[in-house]
């Protein structure tokens, strides 16, 4: 289908050879994967916060380990591990069992679960430099207080935590969206993958990856406009 | 003689090998104001900070009102808390106001008095904050119920901790060098406070450089030195010709 | 125990493609980033600026490395152009794309950098009546330059990582070779762990050597504890 005489807005149009559908919901879908990746980092992250934080060596250095390589290696790499390597991990599980090789876990799973380990890495250090910037004090002001650890946690050292971390977590956040596009190579049709597609289709790359660039940059900005909504108003009480 | 509010024997605490307290008695009765004096490194904070188990004494036992402190020693003397809700207990019989105010700088003025009674002892928010406004009348900071901490200078900060540890109706407060981060004309506005709070019969422990204030309101006077009590008494007996020589020349310098 | 050598070998001799690209691309980027801040100070063209450092930020390096080598490919100027054969190099495009991104991100470190700069050490170049050059050269650079150092470092190692999405236009790099084998085999967590390690000496190399830059660089009497 190599129709180059189709005008512009018939391409990334809505239309019948349109692919304006097919644009919109890759994009959809690389929101989906990359907050999948955020869910995943935040909660991973933040064990390894707590572990870093722990008294026992060995989870401190487990976590120290974990952040350094994750934060070190190309998310490429890590991508591809997941991508090739949950197949064959499965395969090798199966055949102890004697059972046949089973097929590949669905790519959204293996892409966002990727980006999301590597994404716990930095949150965890996000974390970890929220809860240094509770000043100390106030921690002991609620013990005196009386209030019990979950208490003190909900009143006192969550919120601060959460007013420190919002900037760095919204900067991962615009990571996450731009690395969803390393997913493509599993074959998820996110927008990357759309976009190279619908490319190689109609040999116009140009015009897609252009509108590609066009709709990442709709959802970065929103996201920085929401971030910086949200920052504001948390930022009341607080000297920035 | 009526059961004491506070009633500390053997506390003992060291840091890092280093002994900071060796073996201190105390007792303190309803309505008692007992000043604990001594210089840098006696040990009268580490104490004070003891009795609501900021810091968990190496030994000794603390009781407050009956409940007594769930610290149990392991072998190797280390301290452990075996009864969580017997500490939230203990805790919420005492109110503390530290050196550095302490606020917490995510709550408004209004937030910061009524969070204890609200989240710790139960009582409806409505009726926290009532008790809140009033309380905050009385130390002078009436209009700055919405603030927030950053906003206020440090006596303001101090005025409204002070508030805090009102707010929950404690049966012991403990004062921390409360005017030691506070310019000199501030110390004076939270001095008459505290004076107004001894003239009501609260039970108060305070740590302070503030020699005039100890003698003039106190009940009394203890003199930590070296980790233990070296003297102790009423003021007329310690400020005047028979205290003793060492705590006279503690003195001298003031 | 061959499989092991034969990639590891494999992996070690693609290091100087990545090694090119990274510092190539570094040397690129800071150029540009160095002419975006500049540009930012003129109201003129500050806008333009803003606009290159919007883009590159908001969109994937590897959508803009596609852009390059197969988008800008189809446009005429470029296919016909002089500088076709250098266009027609993945190589090329990939340094391109990450001299371009990468720009963006540098760009803003140093612009964080510049309003860090304490006023009054502005306002002491001002007082003694340093001229605008001299006290570009003398005051402002200096400055920001020793305070854009550490996320300077950050920048450049995150471009050492960047430089792995060259593989996916064919060029062979660590991640190339790496993604090749792990095709070829099945045994993709031994690549991964391989490259892995390749990509981690480096990354350290890096740190080490952008911790000895700071080090040296430090004002004396400022190395207390």
Redesign the interface.
Known sequence: MIDTDLSLAALIGFGPDGWGWALMSGAVLTLAVALAAMAIGSVLGGVLAAMQASRRPWLVWIAATYGLVLRGVPELLVVLLLYFGTPELMAAVASLFGLPAPGSPPAFLTGSIAIGLVSAAYQAEVFRGGMLAVPHGQIEAAMAAGMGPATRLRRVILPQVLHHVLPPLGNIWQFNLKDSALVSITGLAELMRVSLVAAGSTRRPFVFFAAAMVLYLIMTSASSALFRLLERRGARWSKR | MTAPVLSAKGITKSFGGRAVLKGIDLDAHRGDVVSILGGSGSGKSTFLRCLNLLEMPDAGTIEITGTRAPLVHDRQGKARIDNPKALGALRAKTAMVFQNFNLWSHMTVLDNIVAAPVHVHGTPRAQAVERAHALLEKVGMTGFAAHWPMQLSGGQQQRVAIARALATDPDLMLFDEPTSALDPERVREVLDLMRALAGEGRTMLIVTHEMAFAREVSSHVVHVRDGVIESMGPPAVMFGADASPVFRGFLSPH | MDFFATTALGLIAAIPVTLLLFVASAIGSSLIAGGLVAAQQSRITRPIAQAWI??F????????I??VY??????GPIRHGWLWPAFREPLFCAWLAMTCCCSAYIAEVLRGALTAIPKGQIEAALACGMGRWTRLRRVIMPQMLRLALPSYGNEL?MMI?????A??ITVLDV?GV??QV??HS????EV?CL??AV??CM??ALTALLRRIERSLAPAGSRRA
């Open positions: 919007f883009v930020r908001g969109t994937p390096l590897l959508l803009q596609f852009m197969y988008g800008l490919a189809a446009l190692v990582k960047s430089t792995s999405l593989s996916s991640t790496a993604s792990i095709a099945y045994r993709t967590l991964f490259a892995a990509y981690l990354t350290a």
